[in-house]
């Protein structure tokens, strides 16, 4: 180690000294040429210049390796500061370095949607900007969405791009939704059947999932017992959706526990509440409680981003 610093400081005093040779040379050069003119023999001066050429051309070799040294050692150090990032254990600095980066980059997305994206909804729906709202509801799922799709990309793993096909779904039923909400009610239905099969890529269905369909299909029917003369017509394909959306959160209850299916089951759990809250809306107050449809289009993302999150963890 020792031999190692003696020679960078050697190499480094020469690179130092570069600037001093060439002004040298410079001076020979101005000297050979007012010789010349007086008619001295200059044989000396010019055996000076070469040697003092050589030396030059030398030192400017040298600087060269010690500018390479240099960045070398440069790469080194960003290749330690990488290591230790993705090899956290070996470091306590670097362990809360990462925690703090990997925290940060899973947040980020729901402040996207929560703090940026959702207010800019509700602020374009009052001012009666259907196109403008339409295009920012849209972006608000196409957050989670590319969440997910970084996280598949990085797992690649069978059921997460099920669940990224949901996003996807869903992503074009918010858009739809704005203008037909018995075509986004296909849509989202069709989100749903795209979301059980993930789950049952993730495992397969149990009685006990049946049980917990029973019981919260029930627990639904009670919620509504009022409403149900309202919806008339379109009772059966309301019906139909509620039973897709039931069951595709008692699978998510059902899952094996894990960090990942535990935000599964929240996600999923978050989204039958905002379809409930969004359902009550509708059939009591119409479009006019905008407390609701905020409460409602909240859970509604909380439950998309948790599925993209459930993707990394």
Request: positive net charge.
């Amino acid at each position: 180690v020792s031999s190692s610093f003696t020679a960078q400081v050697i190499l480094q005093g020469l690179y130092c000294s570069q600037v001093k040779i060439k002004t040298s040379l410079r001076s020979v050069f101005r000297h050979t040429a007012l010789l010349s003119s007086a008619g001295f023999n200059y044989n000396f001066y010019d055996h000076s210049f070469q040697v003092v050429r050589k030396l030059c051309a030398v030192s400017t070799l040298v600087s060269k390796f010690w500018s390479v040294l240099d960045r070398k050692a440069q790469i080194c150090r960003l290749k330690n500061l990488f290591f230790k990032l993705s090899h956290p254990t070996s470091n306590k600095g670097a362990v809360h370095m990462a925690q703090g980066i990997r925290i940060s980059f899973y947040i980020f997305p729901a402040g996207i949607v929560f703090f940026a994206l959702l207010p800019l909804y509700f602020k374009q729906k009052q001012l009666n900007g259907t196109g403008s709202s339409t295009l920012v509801k849209a972006l608000c799922s196409l957050v989670p969405a590319i969440f997910c799709l970084n996280g598949c990309i990085v797992n690649n793993f069978r059921g997460f791009w099920w669940i990224f096909a949901g996003l996807a779904v869903c992503l074009a039923g918010d858009v739809i939704s704005e203008y037909s909400i018995s075509a986004g009610l296909k849509v989202f239905a069709l989100a749903n059947l795209l979301f059980i099969y993930a789950f049952t890529v993730f495992a397969k269905p149990t009685f006990s999932s049946v049980q917990v369909f029973l019981f919260l299909f029930a627990m639904t029917a009670l919620i509504f017992r009022r409403q149900l003369g309202k919806m008339r017509k379109h009772l059966v394909p309301l019906i139909i959706y509620a039973v897709l959306l039931i069951y595709m959160v008692s699978l998510a209850f059902t899952l094996p526990v894990a960090v990942g299916t535990i935000l599964i089951s929240i996600g999923a759990l978050l989204i039958a509440v905002s379809n409930i809250i969004r359902a009550k809306e509708l059939l009591m107050c119409g479009e006019k409680n905008k407390r609701l449809h905020m409460i409602s289009l909240g859970l509604y993302y909380a439950g998309l981003y948790l599925f993209a999150l459930a993707v990394w963890v």
